[in-house]
């Protein structure tokens, strides 16, 4: 079945005890059992509980995966993949990483002596010269935040599986709609579902989703044993963000579309980045790898001033002024203050994020509004 039906059926089925077409949100943490361990297939709900195996199944489809396994947030997912290293293992890391990702690198895992090595993952001779023979893992985002770098997923994949390690992709900023990570040779597939997957800025998730069936079995061995599980509720709310994932994610491209090509013609703006613009560096990957370009579009008032910026982000009515991405509300924000407030300074203008950048996640109101919200906030 096509995407957009399985977005909606995958993983579901009528409840069998009423036949409640959407699946309950089961709020029970244990299952009575007939005779010792003789039960239905559940037992405790840190283990498993039937609203999370729906969404579990939804996304492990969405995916084109064969397993998937959520969890109480995007970082407790990366962690459950960290806690199949040991110490004295490496890993090759994209070097525009989400800010959370570097920081349970850099703070939580590096003192337990996992080797991070952080390069730019959108040049494959990077990520080949960086695999030592202690490398169990490269780790990459496509679309990166804030600067919408990309990596040629199949080109690093193809370097991994010669080099025997695993490639780990943080597929939050594209979706499985736009973009399909295990089908260009991904082993694991990360998730916030936080952002568009749960679409509605209602509720914090992640989820790791792989066709291994060895590499499932370990991350849910570290699932239940760990436990950072998500409660019934939010699985059922990020299940209802996903059966609207495909038109969602059609709106937010095609407003971002518009609103990236307005800004690029205007005088009043410096450098654009949006990987939709043929300016971009990474526009013929990404029209390579991607069905569409995505939501998120970063620029630079021209002469990039920071104060300018940071003002301008306080002035838009419609965009509201907050972190955090993905959901059917515009966004706007100011990174080297915000979201990447904790890179310092040095690395962050190294990295080409400048402190006059601005963020918009493009969400799917009316584009027209979005348009005249920004042009009045330019000034
Ligand atoms: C938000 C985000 C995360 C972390 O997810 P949480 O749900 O906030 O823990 C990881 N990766 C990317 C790309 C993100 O945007």
């Known amino acids: 079945m096509k995407f957009e039906t399985r977005a909606i059926h995958a993983g579901q089925h009528p409840d069998p005890s009423t036949g409640a077409v959407m699946t309950p949100v089961y709020l029970t943490s244990t299952y009575v059992q007939e005779a010792p361990g ?43 993949v960290l806690k199949m290293m040991e110490p004295q293992d490496h890993v090759v890391a994209g070097n525009d ?16 002596g996992i080797g991070f090595d952080f390069v730019n993952t959108g040049d494959p001779d990077q990520v080949r010269d960086a695999i030592t023979d202690k ?58 579902v936080t952002k568009y997957l749960g679409g509605h800025s209602d509720v914090v ?39 609207t994932l495909a038109v969602r994610m ?20 410096g450098q654009v980045f949006y990987p939709g613009l043929e300016s971009h560096s990474g526009f013929e990957v990404a029209s390579r790898q991607m069905r569409a370009p995505g939501g998120m579009i970063s ?15 306080s002035r838009t009515k419609v965009f509201a002024l907050a972190e955090s991405l993905g959901g059917v509300e515009s966004l706007i924000e100011h990174p080297p203050s915000m979201t990447h407030g904790a890179i310092p300074v040095e690395t962050r203008r190294a990295e080409g994020l ?26």
Request: glycine share 10%; charged share 20%; hydrophobic share 40%.
């Open 38 to 80: 003789v039960h239905q297939g559940y037992e405790y709900s840190r283990t498993g509980n039937p609203t999370r195996s729906a969404l579990e199944g939804n996304l492990a489809s969405l995916e084109g995966g064969t397993h998937g396994l959520c969890f109480a947030s995007g970082l407790a997912a990366t962690d459950a």
């Open 97 to 112: 990483l989400y800010g959370g990702t570097h920081r349970i690198f850099t703070q939580v895992y590096q003192p337990m």
């Open 135 to 192: 490398t169990r893992m490269v780790w990459l985002e496509t679309p990166t935040n804030p600067l919408l770098r990309i990596t040629d997923i199949a080109a690093v994949s193809e370097i991994c599986r010669e080099k025997g390690v695993l490639l780990v992709v943080d597929n939050t900023f594209a979706t499985p709609y736009l973009q399909q990570p295990l089908a260009l040779g991904a082993d694991i597939v990360v998730h916030s």
């Open 205 to 243: 998730g992640g989820a790791l989703i792989t066709s291994d069936d060895a590499l499932h079995e370990k991350l849910a061995f570290i699932q239940n044993a760990v436990g950072g599980v998500p409660g019934p509720l939010d699985c059922f709310l990020t299940l209802r963000g996903t059966k």
């Open 250 to 269: 059609d709106r937010h491209c095609e407003n971002a579309a518009k609103i990236a090509a307005w800004l690029e013609a205007d005088s009043r703006i």
């Open 299 to 313: 620029f630079e008032l021209a002469g990039a001033s920071e104060d300018e910026a940071r003002k301008m982000v």
């Open 354 to 379: 400048s402190d006059g950048l601005i963020r918009i996640s493009v969400g799917i109101e009316s584009v027209e509004d979005l348009l005249q919200d920004l042009d009045d906030a330019i000034g």
